[in-house]
Each structure stands twice: as structure tokens, then as C-alpha cells.
């Protein structure tokens, strides 16, 4: 089992960077997949990025590609969303989540979910 706190969360102006962190409990987070998810008002849980086990494979979804960078470090037992160039439709409550063996992007397939963090991004 894996607790996940969120953290690195705020208020950015449109084309700044942030950088989430999310702190797990337990020895075996090193081999849990790791997500980011994020639900804006009134919408949906939609998925943002994932990385296996290994950090040997990330995935994006295309609104974020190529500006957010997933990554892990197993010794600190903590994954990271690096968020650049900020856009004001980032703005929503951001969720890491873990799986030991799912690598998609389905939310329902993610067993173990952090509080969240607000990230609001103004223009």
C-alpha cells in the first residue's frame, strides 16, 4: 500500500513555470506506475502524464506535451510534474496517483490517490 501527498502547488502568471511533487509512504513506491491527473471545475478527471516503475517510459496527453515533464526519484520516493509555460486552462486541482501494474490513462485503473494541489494559472 502507498500514501501520496501532493505539494507545489499555487497562483502563476500565464507562461510561468511550477513544479509539483508528490511524497510517498512505503517501501515499495518504487515499483508503482506513477500519474498526474488533474479536474478543473465542473469537468471531468482527465490525465495528464504517467511514468512506469522504471522511469524508462513517460506518456503525455497532447494538451500538455511537450510542455510538462514527468519524472521520479525511487530514493526519495517522489514523483514530479514539471509544468512550463503555464496557459490558463492548466488552472484545476492536481492529483498524482499510483498503480502497480496499470500504465494507462484511465483514472478508474489508479488504486491509490493524493489529496491534491490547486494550481491556478491567471492571464
Known amino acids: 500500500q502507498v500514501q501520496l501527498v501532493e505539494s507545489g502547488g499555487g497562483l502563476v502568471q500565464a507562461g510561468n513555470s511550477l513544479r509539483l511533487s508528490c511524497a510517498a509512504s512505503?517501501?515499495?513506491?518504487?515499483?508503482?506506475?506513477m500519474g498526474w491527473f488533474r479536474q478543473a471545475p465542473g469537468k471531468e478527471r482527465e490525465f495528464v502524464a504517467r511514468i512506469t516503475w522504471t522511469g524508462g517510459s513517460t506518456y503525455y496527453a497532447d494538451s500538455v506535451k511537450g510542455r510538462f515533464t514527468i519524472s521520479r526519484d525511487n530514493a526519495k520516493n517522489t514523483v514530479y510534474l514539471q509544468m512550463n509555460s503555464l496557459k490558463p486552462e492548466d488552472t484545476a486541482v492536481y492529483y498524482c496517483?499510483?498503480?502497480?501494474?496499470?500504465?494507462?490513462?484511465?483514472?478508474?485503473?489508479?488504486?491509490?490517490w493524493g489529496q491534491g494541489t490547486q494550481v491556478t494559472v491567471s492571464s
Open positions: 496517483a499510483a498503480n502497480p501494474v496499470y500504465t494507462g490513462t484511465s483514472a478508474a485503473n489508479y488504486g491509490y
Open positions: 512505503g517501501r515499495t513506491f518504487s515499483t508503482y506506475n
